[in-house]
């Protein structure tokens, strides 16, 4: 029987995969993971919708796809992808799981590999040959090496016990660093809430099927070692699930950049969470981490202006941060998203511009989609990949509780879309060698500046929140630890004649000559002068009586009488 694949945000009808037409593949359309390497964007894990002869079913996705970014192309004509086949080694003995709303990392940049963390194993279709149950946390971390086609393993339960799902994803590529923030456990990831029933009355129910656990924490995986540590995040506040996570390279304290989340969605019952009851959190506040190296890893909350986009989840955030072009403002983009508590879908496009922490609705249409990713395209374009169009879809890859899929829509560019992130309209052309990226004029008019930067606005409006974060974009110069300057040497004599070497010789001679009969002239002097006895203080005498004795007035015996020296007496010196 023959499959033709449709979907709500997949490719539309046929497809071309390396130039061959064919009818039964699409890439997924739920909750994909994707992101882009060197000149490929891949696409992995989510959910496909499938309709054959008038039937209609969901299906998780089997494969990895690689879409070619290294020329031009149209999603509605030319759109050439590749796929790659979810099978490991004999020696594993396991497949790489298949799942939704995990990770998906390029690694390391001198890397050939991609690696997929956490997810959820899509449970609303159990009855595909290939499908498993939730199988054990162990090996939370896998790896495909584009180049030998091989997966690999890794056990990283020593700081991952429970493989997460739903939480904020994000990449430092130049330091070779995933993020995974917050997150949840469900049926779908969990073995042990997967085998959880309860029966009322004797009659099984599915009571436990909505429920998650929400966990806190941040993983930070090492994509050259493979290995990952666990960091606390209860400087951040609640867990969250679903929210955004970004990296910033060109700002924070130091060259390994920033990270920036908001968004999401906080546990509004701890007793019982469930997909529905969570509370959402407002865009009023970002948080921001440039610790995530150290041993103290601490969050900064931020309030911003502007206009902020009404509360949601499963948004997308385009990677990496636009810098203008002298690094005045850096521009984060996101789109889309959901509402679960007044089932509203949004069709729109936002940008935060940094440091002023200044929102600015940039778009908004009429063909709103959640559970998308979004991806750098070329210079200036974001790429969207997948999605839903129904918000009656909503959980249902965990939950199971599908509606009704004869009355689910069709993407018109088949699930591949590109936005211009300057001019701000969407088409379905791709363009490598587009013009360089410029801050749009709708954000310029928001922070001042123009295209090209020098924004106006560099700081927030109700000023730095924290002397951290002013810090992030205003570091102090740094401190010189060059020797202080030496003072210029004296310059050299000028060049002389030999005429003056021989006078300064002959004066050299007569001054020294004069010195020496000084020096006789003085030794002669002081063997005539009358050399004083020293004074000594009498024993017993204070400083006191001294003083007195100073200043008392003695006048000369008078008993006896002056007498003169005979005139042929002779004067004598003393010997010297």
Sequence with gaps: MELILFSTGVLAGTIRVRGILNPIMSLPELMVLAMLRDKSVFVDGGVQLYRNNGTTWLGFSKYIFEIDMSAPWDATTNFTEKR???????????????MARGALYRGPAEDRRLFTFGGSTFLANQSDPDWKP???????????????????????????????????ATEAISLGIGFFLNGQIDRGSSSVMYSMTEYINGTLTHETDNQIMYLGGMIIVDLDTAMARNVSTHTLGDPRVAGGLVHGLRFG??????????????????????????????????????????VDVIWFNQSTSGEAPPPRIDFCVLPGVKSAKDNSSHNVYIYGGYDPTKSIMYDDVYVLSLPSFTWTKVYSGENPKFGHTCHTAGKRQMMTVGGLLDASMYGVETTG??????????????GVALFDLSNLTWGSSFNPYGPEYQVPKKVVDAIGGSGDGNATMTE??????????????????????????????????????????????????????????????????????????PSYEMPGESAQQKKDMKHQSQELPVEKPLVELPENHRRAELPG
Aim: glycine fraction near 8%; hydrophobic fraction near 35%.
């Design 84 to 98: 790659i086949g979810r099978f490991g080694n004999s020696a594993m003995n396991a497949n790489p799981p298949n």
């Design 134 to 168: 939730p199988e054990s946390d162990k090996y939370s971390l896998w790896s495909y090496d584009t180049e030998t086609m091989a997966w690999g393993q890794y056990d990283i339960t020593s700081a991952v016990p429970r493989r997460p799902n739903w939480g904020a």
């Design 253 to 294: 304290k130091t060259k390994n950049g920033t990270l920036v989340t908001f968004g999401g969605m906080r546990s509004g019952n701890a007793n019982n969470n469930t997909f529905d009851n969570g509370v959402l959190i407002d865009f009023n506040t970002v948080s921001l981490c440039d610790t995530f190296n150290e």
């Design 401 to 414: 509780q599908i509606p009704n899929l004869n009355t689910t829509k069709c993407d018109k560019w088949g």
């Design 460 to 533: 927030p409006v109700s000023g730095f929140a924290y002397a951290a974060i002013s810090t992030m974009f205003h570091p102090p110069p740094p401190t010189s630890t060059s020797p202080p300057t030496s003072s210029p040497k004296n310059p050299p004599p000028p060049k002389a004649s030999s005429n003056a070497y021989i006078a300064g010789a002959v004066v050299g001679a007569v001054a020294g000559t004069v010195t020496i009969v000084g020096l006789i002239a003085w030794i002669l002097h002081r063997r005539r002068r009358v050399v004083p006895l």
